[in-house]
């Protein structure tokens, strides 16, 4: 598929399809940021954290997803090399709908590199993609990502009261749901 060659370039990114090769370098990521995936990912189980899980994200998950018209994506920061951020479009039942997430490398948090990545995503998927709708969730406490959603341009549709619990903390956190469709993106965008 054309997709999975996908290269997408931001000012200091490099965006692109998660390849085997890349194995060590979000690994090493992941487990340093491991107590706040903890916290706020849904996929962040005890079973998640092995390198092995990984690469069946990469090998499994993401070729399955891609077959379905989703893209897995890892962004690189185009001086270092080093892994940045981890984002996709997962399809979500209807054609060309699709869910976004992100988590990033903890040394690059905070630095804006999560806006700049989900915004040159979206712009992709819009664009290039043919995506009609992307929604994304954060979840109760998580205001970091609720401004990376807020800057991005995503409207508020839903709360779900009680409806992740923290692999961290055991705590049962609600989820904030928000949607960006193609029509209110090119509206956002549109210079003309």
């Not at 070729?63 to 984002?87: I, R």
Request: aromatic share 12%.
């Amino acid at each position: 598929m054309a997709h999975l060659n996908t290269i997408i370039e931001t000012e200091r990114l490099i965006i692109r399809v998660p390849t085997l090769a890349d194995l060590d370098a979000v690994q090493n990521a992941k487990e340093a940021n491991w107590h706040e995936l903890q916290k706020w990912m849904v996929w962040a189980s005890d079973e998640q954290k092995p390198i092995s899980a990984l690469k069946h994200y990469i090998e499994v998950i993401s070729a399955e997803d891609h077959a379905k018209g989703g893209l897995h994506l890892f962004a690189f920061h185009k001086n270092t090399g080093d892994f940045v951020m981890a984002s996709g479009l997962i399809p979500e039942g209807e054609p060309h709908f699709y869910g976004t997430g992100y988590w990033g490398n903890i040394n690059y948090l905070g630095q804006g590199y999560a806006t700049e990545m989900m915004r040159a995503i979206l712009h992709y998927a819009f664009t290039k993609h043919k995506a009609v709708k992307i929604n994304i969730a954060y979840y109760e406490g998580n205001e970091k990502s609720r401004r990376v959603i807020d800057k991005c341009g995503f409207t508020f549709v839903q709360t779900l009261p009680k409806i992740h619990q923290s692999f961290a903390t055991g705590e049962w956190l609600d989820e904030h749901q928000f949607g960006l469709t193609a029509e209110t993106w090119k509206k956002q965008h549109d210079t003309i």
